[in-house]
Nanobody, 117 residues
């Protein structure tokens, strides 16, 4: 089992910045992918950014150039720096971990990000 603890999030004005952090603990041998998803009100959960254990990064088109994902393999942490936030970025953000061995998927509890003036 893997536990994910998220921190960060909150209320910010349009154009502002926030940083989300996620720490994984538990029975961890090798995490292949760590990243962030989000679910906006009335919408499906969608990928925001993900990073592999060798540093391959993927972003949703809607956040490219504004968000930066970073990972510390030694600490099993993944951060999401969000700049130039827009009202449409308002959502619950979830930390995600994928382990290829056994195709294990784990989710954090979610943290609310609200972008509003």
């Amino acid at each position: 089992q893997v536990q994910l603890v998220e921190s960060g999030g909150g209320l910010v004005q349009p154009g502002g910045s926030l940083r989300l952090s996620c720490a994984a603990s538990g029975s961890i041998f090798s995490i292949d992918y760590m990243g962030w998803y989000r679910r906006a009100p009335g919408k499906e959960r969608e990928l925001v950014a993900t990073v592999s254990n060798v540093g391959t990064i993927a972003y949703a088109d809607s956040v490219k150039g504004r968000f930066t994902v970073s990972r510390d393999n030694a600490k099993n942490t993944v951060d999401l720096q969000m700049n130039s936030l827009k009202p449409e970025d308002t959502a619950v953000y979830y930390c995600n971990v994928f382990i290829t061995r056994g195709r294990q998927v784990y989710w954090g509890q979610g943290t609310q990000v609200t972008v509003s003036s």
